[in-house]
């Protein structure tokens, strides 16, 4: 017989191997992809019909939705809100174009467990003047669902998607120009807990890093300065959306001795992250937010991605201060500092750290870190107070003097740093003034009802913002009391002791302007 080629029996001992080989192969790379050492099995879906379903829990920075304690897949309802607003980025410094999920900067960290099927309702206020949409970067599907959730003004829109693989994911609207959008604060977190759950930790903190790019570092109103962008130059670097959000009153407390978890979120939309905590040292780090391989030990500084994540442990075991920083350092000068205060015993703590000469003189804080970056900032570029913390919801700055001029206001208030006064108001609310919504669109006319407000003396007067998605203010115009910034539903009051014509205004918006008669 002859070895020739196109022999039939030839053909056919050719298609056998041929299929015999390239089943063999097949085979051999479909076990592959889940063999490599202690790589996790895929999970496992429990059909949609069989889930139960419960309301997501989520929470703002830096607060840390609890731990999931159930064993079996739900489905998680979320309803989200865009707000297009504006918030002070730092003492004095009201950025215009702040848009946030559920109205806040940095928006929501929801947390779920591996398996979840995520049902996301969003809706785009009826008062922004862009399309948005949501990008998670949890989500298996185009776009990270971005196409599925694009909402006008006014829409809501819905989606089913599976938290596939467990980790620490940003979100973000991804709306052209997505650039802007970022920048304009349109990012919050998801935690996807792996199906065992994460190791119980003492305390658990929210931290998201971002850059504002806002004009310049002057008080009163800044907007978005795309050129500024493209430079990569931000005007401010923030932990928590604003200059002093984790400083001095707003610091988390921890106790002595108990592990810390912080999940660190860098938002960019440019910068990538040297996340570092002052004096302490990480038992755990997972890396970029990678939840199911084992973390790394003993590092001092981690790279934290733009658009990803870190979580980091540490266990403090000295009491004091301890400042969280980009150890790109210069960024300080921007604002990039958030503090966390651990509250003990220090002759405890003296086999560990003993300062002998330093006895009797001032504890490094997060102050003697930044006042030299205050005074740089106030001298140049005219930046007041950068560890100011923000106002709180209802919040009197008693001791500062009043001021009509923005500039002079947020001296005022970065020399006064936000410790909760007694009230201006004395007894209770006799009559309120509410700031209506849109007051603060530029020239408005309807901006307070009432406008004229007549009172019998000794009257407490509160006002209320009503006024969704902007802050306002009230300044007595002859200097009585200046408020800080009113979020919607903030209230803030005065008594009014003498008899008189007493004009207000919103430091702001000078365009709203009110008066109290005292009789
Ligand atoms: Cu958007």
Same mark, same amino acid.
């Given at each position: 017989?002859?070895?020739?080629?196109?022999?039939?029996?030839?053909?056919?001992?050719?298609?056998?191997?041929?299929?015999?080989?390239?089943?063999?192969?097949?085979?051999?790379?479909?076990?592959?992809?889940?063999?490599?050492?202690?790589?996790?099995?895929?999970?496992?879906?429990?059909?949609?019909?069989?889930?139960?379903?419960?309301?997501?829990?989520?929470?703002?920075?830096?607060?840390?939705?609890?731990?999931?304690?159930?064993?079996?897949?739900?489905?998680?309802?979320?309803?989200?809100?865009?707000?297009?607003?504006?918030?002070?980025?730092?003492?004095?410094?009201?950025?215009?174009?702040?848009?946030?999920?559920?109205?806040?900067?940095?928006?929501?960290?929801?947390?779920?467990?591996?398996?979840?099927?995520?049902?996301?309702?969003?809706?785009?206020?009826?008062?922004?003047?862009?399309? %948005?949409? +949501?990008?998670?970067? =949890?989500?298996?599907?185009?776009?990270? !669902?971005?196409?599925?959730?694009?909402? #006008?003004? @006014?829409?809501?829109?819905?989606?089913?998607?599976?938290?596939?693989?467990?980790?620490?994911?940003?979100?973000?609207?991804?709306?052209?120009?997505?650039?802007?959008?970022?920048?304009?604060?349109?990012?919050?977190?998801?935690?996807?807990?792996?199906?065992?759950?994460?190791?119980?930790?003492?305390?658990?903190?929210?931290?998201?890093?971002?850059?504002?790019?806002?004009?310049?570092?002057?008080?009163?109103?800044?907007?978005?300065?795309?050129?500024?962008?493209?430079?990569?130059?931000?005007?401010?670097?923030?932990?928590?959306?604003?200059?002093?959000?984790?400083?001095?009153?707003?610091?988390?407390?921890?106790?002595?001795?108990?592990?810390?978890?912080?999940?660190?979120?860098?938002?960019?939309?440019?910068?990538?992250?040297?996340? %570092?905590? +002052?004096?302490?040292? =990480?038992?755990?780090?997972?890396?970029? !937010?990678?939840?199911?391989?084992?973390? #790394?030990? @003993?590092?001092?500084?981690?790279?934290?991605?733009?658009?990803?994540?870190?979580?980091?442990?540490?266990?403090?075991?000295?009491?004091?201060?301890?400042?969280?920083?980009?150890?790109?350092?210069?960024?300080?000068?921007?604002?990039?500092?958030?503090?966390?205060?651990?509250?003990?015993?220090?002759?405890?703590?003296?086999?560990?750290?003993?300062?002998?000469?330093?006895?009797?003189?001032?504890?490094?804080?997060?102050?003697?870190?930044?006042?030299?970056?205050?005074?740089?900032?106030?001298?140049?570029?005219?930046?007041?107070?950068?560890?100011?913390?923000?106002?709180?919801?209802?919040?009197?700055?008693?001791?500062?003097?009043?001021?009509?001029?923005?500039?002079?206001?947020?001296?005022?208030?970065?020399?006064?740093?936000?410790?909760?006064?007694?009230?201006?108001?004395?007894?209770?609310?006799?009559?309120?003034?509410?700031?209506?919504?849109?007051?603060?669109?530029?020239?408005?006319?309807?901006?307070?009802?009432?406008?004229?407000?007549?009172?019998?003396?000794?009257?407490?007067?509160?006002?209320?913002?009503?006024?969704?998605?902007?802050?306002?203010?009230?300044?007595?115009?002859?200097?009585?009391?200046?408020?800080?910034?009113?979020?919607?539903?903030?209230?803030?009051?005065?008594?009014?002791?003498?008899?008189?014509?007493?004009?207000?205004?919103?430091?702001?918006?000078?365009?709203?302007?009110?008066?109290?008669?005292?009789?």
């Amino acid at each position: 017989m002859k070895f020739h080629i196109t022999n039939p029996i030839w053909i056919t001992l050719t298609w056998v191997i041929a299929l015999v080989v390239g089943f063999r192969l097949a085979d051999s790379r479909s076990s592959y992809a889940g063999s490599y050492p202690g790589q996790r099995a895929p999970v496992v879906l429990e059909p949609k019909a069989n889930l139960k379903t419960e309301q997501g829990h989520w929470t703002f920075a830096p607060q840390v939705p609890p731990p999931i304690h159930r064993s079996e897949q739900r489905r998680v309802l979320v309803n989200w809100t865009i707000k297009e607003s504006q918030a002070e980025v730092s003492p004095g410094v009201i950025y215009d174009d702040y848009w946030g999920f559920e109205g806040k900067v940095p928006g929501p960290l929801l947390r779920v467990r591996e398996g979840d099927l995520v049902e996301i309702h969003l809706t785009n206020g009826l008062n922004s003047m862009h399309s %948005h949409n +949501i990008d998670f970067h =949890f989500v298996s599907g185009p776009g990270g !669902g971005a196409s599925a959730l694009n909402v #006008a003004p @006014g829409e809501t829109a819905v989606l089913e998607a599976r938290a596939m693989m467990p980790g620490f994911y940003m979100f973000h609207c991804a709306s052209p120009d997505i650039p802007v959008h970022i920048a304009n604060g349109m990012y919050g977190f998801v935690l996807v807990e792996p199906a065992e759950g994460l190791p119980s930790v003492g305390k658990e903190f929210f931290v998201v890093q971002s850059e504002i790019y806002a004009h310049d570092g002057k008080t009163g109103h800044q907007s978005f300065d795309v050129d500024r962008g493209e430079r990569m130059d931000p005007q401010y670097i923030v932990f928590n959306g604003a200059v002093g959000s984790l400083l001095k009153a707003n610091a988390p407390h921890v106790p002595l001795n108990q592990s810390v978890r912080i999940y660190v979120g860098n938002a960019g939309p440019n910068l990538v992250s040297s996340f %570092h905590v +002052i004096g302490q040292i =990480f038992d755990n780090v997972y890396r970029e !937010g990678d939840l199911i391989s084992p973390p #790394a030990h @003993g590092l001092q500084t981690t790279l934290i991605p733009a658009g990803g994540s870190s979580v980091v442990e540490f266990t403090p075991r000295v009491p004091g201060t301890f400042l969280l920083v980009d150890h790109s350092i210069f960024r300080l000068h921007r604002g990039a500092a958030g503090s966390i205060i651990v509250d003990g015993d220090k002759q405890l703590a003296s086999e560990i750290y003993n300062p002998i000469t330093a006895v009797g003189q001032p504890e490094m804080s997060a102050d003697s870190h930044l006042s030299h970056t205050m005074d740089n900032q106030m001298a140049g570029h005219n930046m007041a107070g950068m560890a100011t913390p923000l106002p709180s919801t209802v919040s009197f700055h008693a001791g500062i003097p009043p001021a009509s001029d923005p500039k002079e206001f947020a001296r005022a208030v970065a020399r006064n740093p936000a410790a909760p006064a007694p009230s201006a108001a004395a007894g209770p609310i006799g009559a309120t003034v509410r700031i209506l919504p849109g007051a603060g669109v530029t020239n408005a006319t309807d901006t307070y009802s009432p406008t004229v407000l007549t009172i019998k003396r000794g009257t407490t007067v509160a006002w209320v913002n009503t006024d969704p998605g902007m802050v306002h203010n009230v300044g007595d115009d002859g200097g009585a009391f200046t408020s800080t910034l009113l979020k919607t539903d903030d209230t803030w009051a005065f008594t009014y002791k003498k008899p008189g014509v007493y004009p207000f205004h919103c430091l702001p918006h000078p365009w709203m302007k009110g008066k109290i008669i005292v009789k």
